[in-house]
Structure formats: C-alpha cells, structure tokens
C-alpha cells in the first residue's frame, strides 16, 4: 500500500466525506497521509482526481498570482498539466530566459508538440513566464516581459481571454513526470543540458 501526502484542507474535505471506512485518514506535519484500506470504487476515484486537479491549478496561480496582482491580467488562467499533453497544436510564447540555453529549450517543447516563439504572436495560446521574471515581480521589478505584456493587455484585452499562463518552474516539473511515465532518451537529455546552464 502506498501513501500520498496532501494539505490538511484536503484531509478535512476527505475525512469528512469518507466515513465509511473507505480509508484512514491520518495527518502528519500539516499534511494528510490518505493510507488505502480497500480499494476505492471508480466514483470515489473520479472524485479524488477531481479534487487534486483543482487542487494543482490552485497551487499554479498562486504561483502566477503576483504576476496577475501586478498587471491587472485577471481573466487569464493559469495552464494546468495533467496526464494529458496541453501543449499539443499550441502556440507557445516563450521569451529569453537569462543563463538558459533556449534553443534546447524550445527543442524540449518541440518534443512536445507545441511551437515556441520567443515573439508573441497573435496566435499565442500559451505565455511561459520565467523563474526569474516572477521573483523580480515579487521584489515589484516589471522587466521587459511583463510591461510588454502590460502594453498588449491595455491595447487589446479580449486577447487575454482565452490565454493561458504557466511558469518555468511548473513545466520543468511537468516535463520530469512525462518522462517518467513516458521515456523519451532524446528529452531526458535535452532536459539535462537545460538544466546544467
């Protein structure tokens, strides 16, 4: 049996709606260790992916959130990886990341299905913010990336709609899982030189 650790709020939500035995709920250090005692019927199973699904799209924009405070681009939302690949077909605005060998970056979203531009295009579906880019923004710092997409939201706001936002940080992540459910050597690789500097 193995264990999955998730925040109190969630083992509140859980304990509450499984009384029935179907697994015990124990907390450790802020964090629910939900230990399967039977097997959980397919209902109870949708609902716990539900559940950690809303709980990663929180957990994404709270980490875009200063980046939304600081532009006023609320409407946005923030893209949430899944199992499935959300890049596939998609327009991805990837600006320079500083120290970041980005053409084996937009080699890895290549990989991936998705086309990287470092402009961003009337077609964008997809905005990747850098590490950096936000910890500047948490010291009240816009660079260029953020006050050009300031300019875009002022001139046209519509566009935002239907934009989503992600981070380095939450697509590196994601790309690690992939590749442990989906070995690809020439990712893997790629990844590791991007990482290196």
Request: aromatic share 12%.
């Amino acid at each position: 049996m193995g264990s999955l650790f998730l925040p109190s709020h969630v083992a509140s939500f859980y304990s509450n709606y499984c009384k029935d035995n179907i697994f015990f709920v124990s907390l450790q250090m802020n964090a629910a260790n939900i230990r399967f005692m039977k097997n959980m019927s397919s209902q109870q199973l949708d609902l716990f992916d539900d559940y950690a699904l809303e709980s990663q799209k929180q957990q994404a924009a709270n980490r875009l959130m200063v980046f939304f405070e600081a532009t006023g681009i609320r409407r946005s939302k923030p893209l949430v990886f899944g199992e499935d690949n959300p890049l596939c077909q998609k327009e991805m605005y990837v600006p320079d990341i500083a120290g970041k060998n980005m053409g084996v970056f937009y080699q890895i979203i290549g990989n991936l299905g998705a086309y990287a531009n470092k402009e961003f295009l009337d077609d964008t579906d997809i905005i990747l913010l850098s590490d950096d880019t936000l910890k500047k923004l948490e010291q009240g710092i816009k660079d260029d990336v953020v006050l050009e997409m300031e300019k875009r939201h002022k001139k046209s706001s519509a566009k935002f709609l239907n934009l989503l936002f992600t981070c380095e940080a939450d697509f590196i992540s994601w790309v690690k899982r992939r590749l442990e459910t989906s070995p690809d050597e020439n990712t893997l690789r790629l990844l590791e030189i991007y990482e290196k500097g």
